[in-house]
């Protein structure tokens, strides 16, 4: 068994050395170790020997107590003097316990007496291979283990967020450059203190509670941002992770702490949250003061076209075809001015109020729109063709306002040559989204018009041609945007638009 488990390891990869000075029985032993695949030195003197583990060397040393003149347990340092670990195994035919002591008090690693036995050999050996082979494996892991730390101490000494260690008490114990950079102590002063000395005295309560309920609850990390002073009295906003790092019995031993420096971030947020602000206050007073000047304007427009419509009643057979003119203009002008006023209202409204949610039943919405729409559909000799529409949760009033101008414009802009034709769908999304499809068969538009037409009083016609106000699209994009929407045009001049509007099944 033992024979046969020499045998099958790699036994090339362990070099034996060989030393005694009779010939026949050096040559005995290396044919019994090439029986076994391994391929063995030999030395007949101290000198051989020290100076071929100097030139190549050997992992274990069968060497023969007496060499001649020399001594082979005097050899025995000498060896281990160039080979630290080196297994050197003494073997004699003059033997005696007192030898055998003598040798392994010298660092021998076992005896063997001549005549020496193969299966002892074989034996011996195969417990020399397994400890140098544990030794060989040992450096290894030594050498791994060591590389792992170094890694380590890299990247905390590297690492781009503030990484600590902290005593129990709250004592700091290593600190890496990071965190020395972000607080602006070095090590040594920072082994000096304890986080109290770097944090406001507001938050000193705030932090011995932390550290409290990690080493008493079941908790395992705290995250929070909070402010440091740095050593030159300045604040700085940083996000800190801490967590107790435990013995295996369950013992906390000490606090690890990520420290993250976000003043910068906070500074931005601070920042962003102003203009936001500011941003709101603008926007109201602008819907303010649209409110306001399409309510004043409406009151003086109103007697404009009151006593217009009276003097043209009371001297209208006087006019003459000049006359008459300048007041076509006047009132159409007139009417123009409240149309538009109205759309500000409308728009100023949409922009203002926040749609009152509740299920509404798209189908009803259009249903109620054509109604409204008769005369125009009946003028025009349009066809409007609703097919599947959804039911969804939205404002009623601002989804009856959002389909009527769709519609409005699909018939406005209808080819001279053939009545409008209107085909609106729909489809649903996995995303929980309804595709609403407003398809016309009217004059379409170029490309490079269509990121156009929602901004308000954009016209891509003259009044004359088309009558309108320009704000029906820009009402139509401000109702989909607040319902968490979207609303693209699909559309080529001469071949027709089609509306795409995308409105959530539910508003969460």
Request: glycine letters at 6%.
């Amino acid at each position: 068994m033992q024979e046969e488990q020499i045998s099958n390891s790699n036994n090339p990869e362990f070099q034996i050395l060989i030393i005694d000075d009779d010939v026949d029985f050096a040559a005995s032993l290396k044919l019994i170790l090439e029986n076994e695949d391994f391929q063995p030195r030999l030395a007949h003197s101290e000198e051989e020997a020290l100076e071929s583990v100097r030139n190549s060397p050997v992992d274990l040393a069968l060497i023969d107590i007496r060499l001649g003149q020399d001594n082979g347990i005097e050899l025995l340092p000498k060896l281990k003097a160039i080979l630290p670990d080196i297994l050197c195994v003494m073997v004699t035919g003059f033997g005696s316990i007192e030898t055998a002591v003598q040798a392994l008090n010298s660092g021998a690693y076992d005896y063997l007496r001549k005549p020496v036995n193969p299966g002892e050999l074989l034996a011996t050996l195969g417990r020399g291979i397994e400890k140098i082979r544990m030794l060989k494996e040992k450096q290894i892991m030594e050498g791994t283990l060591n590389e792992i730390e170094q890694q380590i101490k890299a990247s905390f000494n590297q690492a781009a967020i503030g990484i600590t260690h902290l005593s129990l008490k709250g004592m700091w114990l290593t600190c890496n450059e990071k965190f020395c950079q972000i607080i602006g102590y070095d090590q040594e002063e920072l082994r000096k203190m304890s986080i109290f000395d770097i944090i406001p005295q507001d938050e000193v309560n705030n932090v011995q509670k932390t550290i409290d309920e990690l080493l008493t609850s079941n908790v395992s990390y705290f995250s929070r941002e909070t402010q440091y002073l740095r050593k030159d009295g300045l604040p700085v906003w940083v996000n800190v992770t801490i967590s107790p790092v435990s013995s295996p019995s369950g013992e906390p031993l000490y606090f690890i702490l990520f420290i993250e420096d976000i003043t910068k971030r906070r500074e931005i947020e601070e920042m962003l949250q102003n203009l936001i602000k500011d941003l709101a206050e603008a926007n109201q007073n602008l819907e303010d003061f649209t409110r306001t000047a399409s309510h004043d304007l409406q009151e003086p427009l109103r007697k404009i076209i009151s006593f217009a419509d009276r003097l043209k009643t009371s001297i209208g057979d006087k006019m003459d075809s000049r006359e008459k003119e300048y007041f076509d203009r006047l009132e159409n002008s007139s009417v123009r001015m409240k149309k538009l006023i109205e759309d500000l209202l409308r728009y100023s409204r949409v922009s203002s109020l926040a749609p009152e949610m509740e299920p509404v039943d798209l189908k009803d919405i259009v249903s109620e729109v054509l109604l409204d729409l008769e005369v125009s559909i009946e003028r025009s000799k349009g066809v409007i063709d609703v097919k599947h529409l959804p039911k969804i949760e939205a404002d009623q009033t601002q989804m009856r306002q959002l389909f009527q101008n769709l519609i409005s414009n699909a018939l406005k802009f209808h080819n001279k040559t053939e009545a409008p034709r209107i085909e609106i769908d729909s489809m649903y999304n996995d995303n929980g989204y309804w595709k609403i499809l407003i398809r016309d068969n009217g004059i379409g538009m170029k490309e490079e018009h269509i990121k156009r037409i929602f901004k308000p009083f954009e016209r891509l016609h003259g009044s004359s041609e088309f009558p309108g106000t320009g704000m029906g699209l820009a009402i139509c994009l401000k109702v989909v945007t607040r319902h968490h929407g979207k609303i693209t045009v699909n559309s080529s001049l001469g071949k027709g638009t089609l509306y795409i509007v995308e409105l959530p099944e539910k508003q969460n």
